[in-house]
């Protein structure tokens, strides 16, 4: 289903006018409008915001209807996007520069992904199914946050740190990957753990911490092995902040 064929499912769902929809956004109803009737497409910034004021699953707007080919072609694309935002750090690529490196027609390639936001929605589900599976199994039966956080999720961004790093050195995919970073983890917190649930500000600051900690790590290129990074993680929070800057 095309994402403005969604919108306004869900929209009607809700039983809202794109008045009254737009509003919950702060937007104007004429953008509603104008997704629904396939005249603009949200950005990937709206699409997660979107999938936040609705309580919606993080992958929402990923197609479901797939066959065999049409997931190969989507894996090729993506890497494809992926290899040219390492040799792009400061460009959007062109979706000729994609297809090129996915040996398919630019035609091929917008019909999966009509566009950039497209592309990188689709990119960051894909990073982040190879860790959520994990880190929810834990967090469902581990009381300590920062336990899991350290134990079992920094071995996953370990292995992923070719593709993190890209997330978080490109300034045209940072902001929407940091976005879903927050909001994914936001949601499983206060599935899983009573207390980020009674104390959702609280979990808020919680996540900017450790997802601030992960923005350093993973912005670097070489980033410090796993051993001093989690060595390092264990310093920092058992310390007052005034005390961060004397250890090492």
Do not use: C
């Amino acid at each position: 289903m095309a994402i403005g064929n969604q919108i306004k499912a869900l929209r009607k769902s809700l039983g809202l006018t794109q008045q009254t929809f737009a509003d919950k956004l702060f937007i104007s109803y004429q953008s509603v409008s104008n997704w629904e009737r396939a005249k603009s497409h949200p950005t990937a910034e709206m699409m997660l915001t979107i999938i936040e004021t609705f309580h919606l699953p993080l992958n929402f707007f990923m197609p479901s209807d797939q066959n065999s080919q049409d997931l190969d072609d989507e894996q090729l694309i993506l890497a494809a996007f992926i290899k040219s935002m390492r040799a792009s750090a400061d460009k959007i690529p062109t979706m000729a520069t994609i297809a090129q490196l996915a040996g398919l027609s630019i035609e091929r390639v917008m019909a999966y992904f009509p566009t950039f936001d497209d592309l990188a929605y689709a990119t960051i589900n894909a990073v982040d199914d190879n860790i959520k599976t994990k880190i929810e199994s834990r967090l469902a039966v581990e009381p300590d946050i920062l336990t899991v956080f350290i134990n079992d999720m920094t071995p996953l961004l370990y292995q992923e740190h070719k593709v993190l790093h890209i997330l978080y050195t490109r300034p045209y995919i940072r902001g929407v990957w940091v976005q879903f970073l927050k909001a994914k983890y936001k949601s499983l917190l206060i599935k899983y753990q009573p207390r980020a649930a009674q104390d959702v500000l609280g979990t808020e600051y919680y996540i900017e911490t450790l997802t601030g900690f992960i923005s350093v790590w993973m912005s670097q290129k070489k980033p410090e092995s796993l051993t001093d990074y989690q060595k390092r993680l264990r310093a920092l929070t058992s310390q007052p902040l005034a005390l961060w800057h004397t250890l090492s």
